[in-house]
């Protein structure tokens, strides 16, 4: 895109009174986005837990997946069904939309241990903050 | 993975000398997994700026593609020919290593001028310290 292109859509984007999501396909992709993000972050923090890489990004990997947690909670508000999310995220909204806030409230507080404590401290809280199979066992058509 | 298991597989690693790069097949995964994020983060963006989602994650995508700028960086580091690397990244690696600098410095900015600013002076910003095609076209293989 080019310079011009990019400032007169931001521009215009920002004197719109609001932007509604358009339609539900593009729902579904931006959600797929969002998740991908968060799988490609996940499978590099795992590569390290593995030790095959070295250690020296875990605290940038703990920051992309808790700025990418808030993503995903805005990505499910809309109420579309399709693409990898079972029926049961919005029958059980109450329980995923909870779900969705100890993912966000749990990612902040990891990144904010490992700034403070190092990389030991945020180790110790790893499994209840990033319960990705927990959610993902419920939630998930994991054959889309 | 278990919590004792993620656990005991982070203090290992904490009290390891150090961690070298496994071998050149772990490399290239890796680089795949931080360009993933990256690209997933940029499509997001892009939908963004095409109106089709609302803009409120705006600044959430711009502080991953920070965060993960410096994983790039590193990703690329050890010389390993192969993925969608062409070798030309390590035969100019001054050159490459020279925009790799220019992205970790320039998503930053990005961040601050959205953060103080706000949107619309992150925007006028956005070509210049995001342009992935330029990168792309000199050093990607993009058949792979």
């Excluded at 020296?56 to 993503?71: F, N």
Aim: glycine share 4%; aromatic share 4%.
């Amino acid at each position: 895109m080019k310079k011009t292109q990019t400032v007169l859509a931001l521009a215009a984007l920002l004197t719109a009174s609001s932007v509604a999501w358009a339609d539900d396909q593009d729902v579904i992709d931006y959600r797929r986005h969002v998740m991908k993000t968060m799988g490609a972050q996940m499978k590099a923090i795992g590569m390290i837990l593995e030790k095959k890489i070295p250690a020296d990004q875990l605290l940038t990997h703990l920051k992309v997946i808790a700025a990418t947690a808030p993503q995903a909670r805005s990505a499910f508000e809309p109420e579309v069904e399709g693409g990898a999310a079972k029926a049961e995220v919005w029958s059980n909204w109450d329980d995923f939309s909870k779900r969705l806030d100890i993912l966000v409230a749990g990612t902040a507080d990891l990144v904010k241990a490992a700034e403070t404590s190092g990389a030991a401290a945020a180790a110790s809280k790893l499994p209840t903050s990033l319960n990705c199979k927990g959610c993902h066992d419920v939630y998930r058509n994991a054959a889309k």
